[in-house]
């Protein structure tokens, strides 16, 4: 069974940085995308940043030049490096995987396609007091 795991979560003031951090059980020598979505209380969940397997990303307009996605191959784990952080950041941070193929054969290109992938972690909390 896959497992994804979510680490870094916190409390932080404004202005201040997180890095996220999440771990899977993912097999190395099979390519994915991967990304992170958040879930505010009461809101629809939203796609923070897509990472491609060739590397290439593309983040929300609401996060852009704040937070930087980035991944190890080899250990098939997940990086959210967050700054500028606002408290409108404040959510339940997910990761999400898929199959590369799967999501070059749907076109899923978009930071809105994150959360139609097949994996998804259990959430680290982000919480950002003004």
């Known amino acids: 069974q896959v497992q994804l795991v979510e680490s870094g979560g916190g409390s932080v003031q404004a202005g201040g940085s997180l890095r996220l951090s999440c771990t899977t059980s993912l097999y190395a020598r099979t390519e994915y995308c991967m990304g992170w979505i958040r879930q505010a209380a009461g809101q629809e969940r939203e796609g923070v940043g897509l990472?491609?397997?060739?590397?290439?990303?593309t983040y929300a307009d609401s996060v852009k030049d704040r937070f930087t996605i980035s991944k190890d191959n080899k250990k098939i784990t997940l990086y959210l490096q967050m700054n500028s952080l606002k408290p409108e950041d404040t959510a339940a941070y997910y990761c999400?995987?898929?199959?590369?193929?799967?999501?070059?054969?749907?076109?899923?290109?978009?930071?809105?396609?994150?959360?139609?992938?097949?994996?998804r972690g259990q959430g680290t909390q982000v919480t950002v007091s003004s």
């Open positions: 990472i491609r397997s060739d590397g290439t990303t």
């Open positions: 999400a995987v898929e199959y590369a193929e799967e999501c070059r054969d749907r076109g899923w290109n978009d930071v809105a396609n994150i959360r139609d992938f097949r994996y």
